[in-house]
């Protein structure tokens, strides 16, 4: 899945996600690379999230309830002029 359209980035990646083996990580950046968000799955149903671009966030523990939301919200401020997005999995 190398790479996304922004319209469903965030239902993609949450569905995605939530599959994750837990200790992988899910990278998305954009085009260029100057900004990404990286999502670790550290347990069942908990992941800790790492925001690198406008703003630079860390937000541990998030529950599958909230990160839905969430990734919406940091997708939307990260890549607001961004068509196309980069999505890599590899190990913590």
Known sequence: M????????????????????IGKVMRIESFKGDRWV??????????NIVESGFKKMTYENVSEKDLKNLLKRIFDEEFPRSHQLRVSIHSS
């Open 38 to 47: 990286e999502i670790t799955k550290i347990r069942e149903d908990s992941f």
């Open 2 to 21: 190398p790479w996304i359209s922004t319209k469903s980035a965030d239902k993609l990646v949450f569905g995605q996600v939530i599959k994750l083996e």
